[in-house]
Structure formats: structure tokens, C-alpha cells
């Protein structure tokens, strides 16, 4: 192999491993990933605001901004992974997933999901897909309880999208109030025996 297309590889496989690592810790949708910037990222908390639709930058789909905290491990990924482009040619953007080490666009949501396609086999996953990446960060925070921290994160309008499409995972521990709702009614019914 020639020496640039190893580096080529070795920068895509980097490229690769941030965007499931984003992904699975950001919630973000595909068109959401693919303008992120390095200067949305300010410490562990990145910023949401721009998205793809039909190849047209724009807003999210919520028409909102959000604000995500990473986890430490994802910020310093981003952090490296910039650093080591750099390294490679002085960037003219700060695109987080770039077609050239340059930055000077970004990657299509499509060539993102195309990416990811191609590396499940390699990693034993069958129909590998951002929005399961997504979805999984919604199923995992529903099943905490965290439903409002599950909408928050993936930037849903309305709590009822989340818990409409969520609530499958939400842990059934209702149990005290069962248990509070019997003795309230055992007390009732005792209080009705005793005016009798």
C-alpha cells in the first residue's frame, strides 16, 4: 500500500471511530453529525444547531439548538482526532467529518451512513445504521426513567414524541405506589366500615 493511501485509511478509520463513538454518545441524527465543528465543542458540551435535510444546511429538524453534554472520553476523541488532521495540512474549516484532512466541506449525511454501513460486517453488526445509535441512546435513558433527559438529548419538541416512541423501555417500578394506593383505600374502606 502507498504511503498516502495508508495515511488515507488510518484518517478514515479515525473518522469512522468518532462518529460511532459521537453518536452512540451524543444521540444526534445523521444530518446533525455530519456539520458538526470543533468549535461547537466548548469543554464536554457541544452545540447542536445546524443540520442536513435533502443535502440543504439548515437548522435541526426541531428548528432548535441544543446543547449536549459529552462524555469525557467523546470530547477528547474529538480534541485528538482534530489535532491529528491538523497535523496533516493546516484546516480551512473545522468540520468534525471531512472528505480531505483540509476541512473545507463537510461529509453528506448519506456518506456518513454509507460509511458506517461498510463497517458493520467487520464488526459483527448486522444492518448497521446511525438512527440505531440514536435510538439506542433513547431506549437506554427511557429504561433510567430519564425520559425528559432522553427528549432533551435528542432534541424532540414535544415530551410526548420521546414517550410515544420510548415508553416501551420505561422500567415498571410502581410498586410503592401500588402499595401506597392499597393503604390508602384500606383505610377508606375501614374509615366506611366504622360509620356503619
Not at 8 to 17: D, I, N
Not at 45 to 73: F, M, N, P, W
Not at 170 to 181: F, H, K, Q, R
Request: hydrophobic share 35%.
Amino acid at each position: 500500500m502507498r504511503p498516502s493511501r495508508q495515511r488515507r485509511t488510518r484518517s478514515g478509520a479515525g473518522q469512522s471511530l468518532l462518529l460511532v463513538r459521537l453518536a452512540a454518545d451524543s444521540g444526534a441524527r445523521r444530518g446533525e453529525l455530519a456539520v458538526l465543528r470543533l468549535s461547537d465543542l466548548d469543554g464536554r458540551v457541544i452545540t447542536i444547531e445546524r443540520s442536513l435535510s435533502a443535502g440543504v444546511l439548515g437548522s435541526t429538524k426541531s428548528g432548535r439548538t441544543r446543547r449536549v453534554t459529552l462524555g469525557s472520553g467523546t470530547a477528547d476523541m474529538i480534541r485528538c482526532h482534530f489535532r491529528a488532521w491538523a497535523a496533516r495540512a493546516a484546516p480551512e474549516q473545522d468540520w468534525l467529518f471531512s472528505p480531505s484532512p483540509r476541512r473545507s466541506r463537510y461529509m453528506t449525511a448519506g456518506a456518513l451512513s454509507r460509511r458506517l454501513t461498510r463497517l458493520g460486517p467487520t464488526a459483527g453488526v448486522e444492518h448497521p445504521a446511525l438512527h440505531r445509535l440514536r435510538h439506542g441512546v433513547a431506549t437506554y435513558l427511557a429504561g433510567q426513567g430519564l425520559l425528559l433527559k432522553a427528549q432533551a438529548r435528542l432534541g424532540h419538541r414535544d415530551p410526548a414524541t420521546t414517550l410515544r416512541h420510548y415508553s416501551h423501555a420505561t422500567p415498571l417500578d410502581d410498586a410503592d405506589v401500588a402499595d401506597e394506593l392499597d393503604r390508602l383505600l384500606n383505610d377508606l374502606a375501614q374509615s366506611t366500615d366504622h360509620n356503619e
